[in-house]
């Protein structure tokens, strides 16, 4: 099961590892926040920080995690 079908359960473990010092963690993280079903709106905050990360890739999963939630819904 992906986390997508974890749904929103999952969401504050996933905000909680953004703050990792691993890169590989909070990169895995602002990935998997793009796949959870329902959409991860109370991550947006912690994402929009995420989008300063030293870390390319970290910042890219985070603009994809981004482009996914609709704050509006």
């Known amino acids: 099961m992906g986390v997508g079908g974890l749904g929103a359960a999952v969401i504050p473990a996933l905000v909680k590892r953004l703050e990792s ?3 590989r963690v909070r990169r895995e993280s602002a990935f998997a926040l793009s796949q959870v079903s329902p959409p991860a709106k109370n991550a947006i905050p912690a994402l929009l920080k995420m989008l300063k990360d030293k870390d390319r890739e970290v910042r890219v999963n985070t603009i994809v995690a981004l482009s996914q939630l ?3 819904d």
């Open 70 to 72: 609709d704050p509006q």
């Open 21 to 23: 010092t691993d890169s």
